[in-house]
T-cell receptor, first 112, second 112 residues
Framework: AQSVSQHNHHVILSEAASLELGCNYS??????LFWYVQYPGQHLQLLLKYFSGDPLVKGIKGFEAEFIKSKFSFNLRKPSVQWSDTAEYFCAVGRRDDKIIFGKGTRLHILP | NAGVTQTPKFQVLKTGQSMTLQCAQDMNHEYMSWYRQDPGMGLRLIHYSVGAGITDQGEVPNGYNVSRSTTEDFPLRLLSAAPSQTSVYFCASWRGANSPLHFGNGTRLTVT
């Protein structure tokens, strides 16, 4: 069965620290990959997506992610986090024209 | 454009009651899905649809029914509510073929 694993359930960082959130998936064939963010009290917003091409994708708010096919991974990175990045982050995977499933999320808390 | 509209925003049910969560989108998206969000569990897929008249089960379909008679609407029915169905429910739609999900604002359901 398809699955998405996010390794870090809760991450605490100080402002200006670098961030990397892990995401691995179990899904055969060509996949579409997403990172979504949910700020407190809000619904999910798309951070970035990968469909094909350059495996290093850039999203909004300075986030980027790298697709490594051989490792079935799509890790999210940001060189320098801000207090406003405090949120929950979700990795999601789907195949073309099929359902999209999510990981359990990572709560990120940035200390000012 | 309204995007994805969910109603109601809040609902309290007693065990055994039935209700329908409404979801409508005005973007002419072929694909729609329902997720439930619970603390520490991420978003879990309940049911999804790849077009009018076509639905399929997701990760946690038990206790829920769906139908897709039109492209715009994708209601989620709870036939006999249980406390385990207390959750926040999100409806999403997408164009398919390498496009991201668009989420509604969610319905917070409490079953007592």
């Amino acid at each position: 069965a398809q699955s998405v694993s996010q390794h870090n359930h809760h991450v605490i960082l100080s402002e200006a620290a670098s961030l990397e959130l892990g995401c691995n998936y179990s899904y055969g064939g060509t996949v579409n990959l997403f990172w979504y963010v949910q700020y407190p009290g809000q619904h999910l917003q798309l951070l970035l997506k990968y469909f094909s091409g350059d495996p290093l994708v850039k999203g909004i708010k300075g986030f980027e992610a790298e697709f490594i096919k051989s490792k079935f991974s799509f890790n999210l990175r940001k060189p320098s986090v801000q207090w406003s990045d405090t949120a929950e982050y979700f990795c999601a995977v789907g195949r073309r024209d099929d359902k999209i499933i999510f990981g359990k999320g990572t709560r990120l808390h940035i200390l000012p | 454009n309204a995007g994805v509209t969910q109603t109601p925003k809040f609902q309290v049910l007693k065990t055994g009651q039935s209700m329908t969560l409404q979801c409508a989108q005005d973007m002419n998206h072929e694909y729609m899905s329902w997720y439930r969000q619970d603390p520490g569990m991420g978003l879990r897929l309940i049911h999804y649809s790849v077009g009018a008249g076509i639905t399929d089960q997701g990760e946690v379909p038990n206790g829920y029914n769906v139908s897709r008679s039109t492209t715009e609407d994708f209601p989620l029915r709870l036939l006999s509510a249980a406390p385990s169905q207390t959750s926040v429910y999100f409806c999403a739609s997408w164009r398919g073929a390498n496009s991201p999900l668009h989420f509604g604002n969610g319905t917070r359901l409490t079953v007592t």
